[in-house]
């Protein structure tokens, strides 16, 4: 047989079957899924997120088995060398990034985060947030860094390069000083985590919930659907509220300006008729206590309970409404009022 002609058919020969190999991996991990399904990650998590990697890595693998037995020129095979080098690390690189994607699937089915007690998850897809961006900018830089290496040209820029590298690391020091701090301060957010995903803060004033964290910015959404960037060292450098840092449980005020004349255990009453009638107070606490006075009202406070921020806020609405009408109905004359006594000298 014509050598050109036998070499292109071990070429195509080696990519099919590095093809046909990721195929009937596939097939025996739906077969595995199908007899005896995956605690962690089903077969749909897997194929999703490891089948290209595995269409490219195969078939460049098998090529590169198969180089020996190839008659082309030797231009031509120095070529298909260097193309398969780039295809097999960045196949490898693909590879390596889609598990990082895969793991974290993995986590989050294992740690769900929409769910009422969701402290622990967002505790763990927090750091491992931190990890797979960390991971996958090194194996992106690893990656680039291979590739060009495989070109004679670069390689020797690049053993010219290190001559100064001396040098060039103390001025780069300097000028990237403030983004090393920067991406340190992500790096230490990941472990001490004064802040988690999803977690309820006030900063600058706005109440909104952490929706992503980054090695350089934390994006607060805020209630009225406004994204809040803040750079990561503000939540180092800086005191904010968490709401949810230990538990999402919180309690609630409202306040009430009255007449004297108020009766005080009607209303206290009537407060806690309110919180028996909604799913929205919890059940910890509760109450109403005179916490003010002054010449003409005194101030009614009513403590309540709920099991997040949100449904708090709800509750001291309802809370709120339902006393002023209460009010409004049984005691209209017990709201705020200015008294003038006729007998007192007006000049």
């Not at 082309?72 to 080098?85: G, K, T």
């Not at 010219?160 to 780069?172: D, K, N, Q, T």
Request: hydrophobic share 50%; glycine share 4%; with cysteine.
């Amino acid at each position: 047989m014509n050598p050109i002609l036998s070499s292109i058919i071990i070429v195509v020969s080696a990519a099919l079957a590095g093809l046909l190999i990721s195929l009937i991996l596939g097939w025996l991990i739906e077969r595995r899924h199908g007899e005896r399904p995956l605690e962690i990650a089903s077969y749909e998590l897997h194929l999703k997120y490891l089948r290209m990697p595995f269409r490219l890595l195969l078939p460049a693998i098998a090529l590169r088995i198969a180089f020996p037995w190839l008659a082309f020129a030797e231009d031509v095979m120095e070529i298909i060398s260097h193309v398969l080098q780039v295809w097999i690390i960045f196949a490898i690189a693909f590879f390596a990034r889609q598990l990082f994607v895969m793991v974290r699937e993995m986590l989050l089915e294992e740690h769900p985060v929409d769910v009422e007690d969701n402290l622990q998850a967002r505790r763990i897809m927090t750091q491992y947030r931190v990890i797979e961006r960390i991971g996958v900018v090194l194996i992106s830089v690893l990656a680039f860094g291979a590739i060009l290496m495989t070109f004679e040209g670069v390689r020797q820029f690049g053993v010219s390069l290190l001559a100064s590298a001396g040098i060039a690391g103390v001025v780069i020091g300097f000028a990237a000083q403030k983004s090393l701090g920067t991406l340190l301060a992500g790096v230490q957010i990941a472990v001490s985590q004064p802040i988690r995903l999803d977690d309820v803060v006030i900063v600058e004033g706005e109440w909104g919930k952490v929706e992503e964290i980054t090695l350089t910015y934390v994006v607060v959404r805020v209630w009225d659907e406004r994204r809040l960037i803040v750079p990561v060292t503000y939540f180092l450098d800086n005191p904010f509220q968490n709401w949810t840092y230990t538990s999402a449980q919180i309690l609630g005020t409202v306040y009430l300006y009255t007449d004297y004349s108020v009766p005080v255990d009607a209303v206290r009453q009537e407060l806690k008729d309110i919180l028996d009638e909604t799913d929205l107070w919890d059940g910890r606490a509760w109450g109403l206590v005179v916490t003010d006075s002054t010449e003409r009202t005194m101030e009614l406070r009513a403590l309540v309970s709920a099991a997040n921020s949100s449904k708090a806020w709800d509750l001291r609405c309802l809370v709120r409404e339902r006393l002023i009408d209460f009010l409004q109905r049984k005691y209209p004359d017990s709201l705020p009022k200015v008294r003038l006594d006729p007998c007192a000298d007006t000049t």
